[in-house]
């Protein structure tokens, strides 16, 4: 079956540790997002990226870098620089990038807690 | 700036129907999305709407009015399963998806 896998489901972190979210698709879709979720506020997006080796900071992209060296791939690095990185990590992807009707499908999510 | 309002929380009777209502108000507008997430869970697509209107889906259907910034999804014979939480979103002229903080649905016997 056609879908988002991410990995790790949670993950714990020591303050000044850098951490890395796997994401993957099998769904053929072009574009890939990274998206963060906090209690009582709407998904916020991280990165996102239409194509492969180029990708777009999103509203909240500071402490946070990504990669798209292939199509089915879009990791997620919460670095040391990120002031608040606890919270619910969400990877999604499309294949309607630059249209109205953009619908998304996302993986399970991954819960990043730092200690 | 840009904005979708939503309420926190809802409660309902199994076997009812509710309404969830979501106003916004954005940079232009491309489209209206609701999607269902179940706690800790992926967000799953439930409704597209772009014209004014009401689309039904099943159980489901979503309204939209674009000249009062207006949408709704409808729910009917609810059922324990649809305890989760709504989340409205709306496509701006930018082609950027605007999230309201969702709708937590609960389901009482």
């Known amino acids: 079956d056609g879908g988002i896998t991410q990995s790790p489901k949670y993950l714990f972190r020591k303050e000044g540790q850098n951490v890395t979210l796997s994401c993957e698709q099998n769904?053929?879709?072009?574009?890939m997002y990274w998206y963060r979720q906090d209690p009582g506020q709407g998904l916020r997006l991280i990165y996102y990226?239409?194509?492969?080796?180029?990708?777009q900071k999103g509203d909240i992209a500071e402490g946070y870098s990504v990669s798209r060296e292939k199509k089915e791939s879009f990791p997620l690095t919460v670095t040391s620089a990120q002031k608040n990185p606890t919270a619910f990590y969400l990877c999604?992807?499309?294949?309607?990038?630059?249209?109205?009707?953009?619908?998304?499908?996302f993986g399970a999510g991954s819960r990043l807690t730092v200690l | 700036g840009q904005n979708i309002d939503q309420p926190t929380e809802m409660t309902a009777t199994e076997g009812a129907i509710v309404q969830i209502n979501c106003t916004y108000q954005?940079?232009?507008?491309?489209?209206l999305f609701w999607y269902q997430q179940h706690a800790g869970e992926a967000p799953t697509f439930l409704s597209y709407?772009?014209l004014d209107g009401l689309e039904e889906k099943g159980r489901f259907s979503s309204f939209l009015s674009r000249s009062k910034g207006y949408s709704y999804l409808l729910l009917k014979e609810l059922q324990m399963k649809d305890s989760a939480s709504y989340l409205c979103?709306?496509?701006?002229?930018?082609?950027?998806?605007?999230w309201g903080a969702g709708t937590k649905l609960i389901i009482k016997p």
């Open positions: 999604a992807s499309s294949d309607s990038p630059g249209s109205g009707a953009n619908v998304l499908t």
């Open positions: 769904l053929n879709h072009d574009a």
């Open positions: 990226s239409q194509i492969v080796n180029d990708f």
């Open positions: 954005t940079s232009g507008f491309n489209g």
């Open positions: 709407n772009v």
């Open positions: 979103a709306v496509t701006d002229s930018n082609y950027q998806l605007i």
